[in-house]
């Protein structure tokens, strides 16, 4: 008699029953104390703490990033189409222009198609912004909260799936060039399109093919970096020590400014430890019409695959006009709690995972 997947696997116990409960409280008491350490260090810093609106106008203009959508209805029941963030980025951007020049915030942001080890629907991102700062100095940060984690988490290393990583050791900086050759044996700085041409992502697919990954035929060229990225190289950072990765194509780094050296790149960085993302940085684009240019670029791809776009924030780019040159990294704070606590999975780290997972 043959046995049904859904009667196979027993349901998992909800996470409020008592015993459930007790099992995780240790971890989300540690989440209070990493996020007390974080406040700290900020604190110490110059830093104020800040608080913007979940409502936008825009959710966000990357091509997949995906939304949840709701109505706000006016007093005289006018609606108006509105989206929970995906990142409070732009509304951090507009203090910045207001005149602010060193604020964090631990934001709640909503992210749709995403649930799994390592993500969920609803969670904290911590980001922050410095004015006037190169975008290195969010690498500082990042290895400053690396060790203020460990130490209120009470650990001496991370921990995450049978990978293991020295937070208390100097990161690694290593380019996203050197990356793909040694990981994937694929010479990335060959395959960037020279400027103002069209990348050829027919090459690109060819090169990954060699490598052993899956292509399809209408693969652009960002997918291929997506998934030669995810497949070949992520698995291999941060283990034994956090790795910064640098040097992204300008292509894949939305809202980042180009480096004045080789505008081929972007001033984007991102920070790995046990094989594991936990953060994005960048130098921040304050070029309005670049800006528009990109997100019109994205949201004309976002509409070819899956059928919709974002409306543009007009208020954004145009505050972009009054923002000094700044710096700002966006941190997944439910992660970080899950290394610095020694959970094993995200909603360990998270009082009230959101229901229908």
Not at 2 to 20: E, K, L, T
Not at 105 to 110: I, L, T
Not at 189 to 205: C, I, K, N, R, V
Request: proline share 8%; glycine share 8%.
């Amino acid at each position: 008699m043959a046995v049904s997947s859904s009667s196979s696997v027993p349901p998992s116990p909800p996470w409020w029953r008592p015993d459930v409960h007790a099992d995780r409280r240790p971890f989300l008491l540690a989440r209070g104390h990493v996020a007390a350490a974080v406040r700290a260090a900020f604190a110490e810093d110059g830093f104020i703490e800040v608080e913007t609106p979940a409502l936008q106008v825009s959710p966000g203009n990357e091509t997949h990033l995906h939304a949840f959508g709701t109505d706000l209805v006016g007093p005289d029941g006018a609606m108006r189409r509105l989206y929970l963030r995906t990142s409070p980025e732009f509304a951090a951007k507009k203090l910045l222009a207001a005149g602010e020049p060193k604020i964090f915030e631990f934001a709640r942001v909503f992210r749709n198609r995403e649930r799994g080890m390592a993500h969920h629907p609803e969670f904290t991102m911590l980001e922050w912004y410095r004015a006037g700062a190169p975008y290195t100095a969010m690498m500082e940060d990042c290895a400053t909260l690396l060790v203020r984690a460990a130490e209120a988490g009470g650990v001496s290393a991370f921990h995450y799936r049978g990978k293991t990583c020295d937070p208390f050791s100097v990161p690694e900086r290593l380019t996203l060039v050197a990356a793909f050759t040694r990981h994937a044996e694929i010479d990335l700085e060959a395959l960037l399109p020279a400027p103002g041409a069209p990348p050829d992502a027919a090459a690109f697919a060819r090169a990954a093919a060699e490598a052993g990954i899956r292509t399809a035929p209408d693969d652009t060229w960002g997918d291929v970096f997506s998934r030669v990225l995810v497949e070949k190289i992520e698995p291999h950072l941060g283990l034994g020590h956090p790795t910064i990765l640098t040097d992204y194509p300008v292509s894949e780094a939305a809202l980042a400014r180009p480096k004045p050296d080789d505008p081929r790149f972007a001033e984007r960085f991102e920070l790995y430890c046990c094989g594991l993302e936990l953060a994005n940085a960048f130098g921040e684009l304050t070029d309005a019409d670049e800006q528009r240019r990109r997100f019109e670029k994205d949201m004309d791809e976002k509409e070819r695959l899956y059928g919709e776009r974002y409306p543009l924030d007009e208020d954004f780019l145009a505050a972009l006009a009054l923002m000094p040159p700044a710096s700002g990294c966006a941190l997944g704070f439910d992660r970080l709690a899950l290394l610095a606590s020694g959970a094993r999975r995200l909603e360990d780290v998270l009082w009230a995972p959101v229901a229908g997972g």
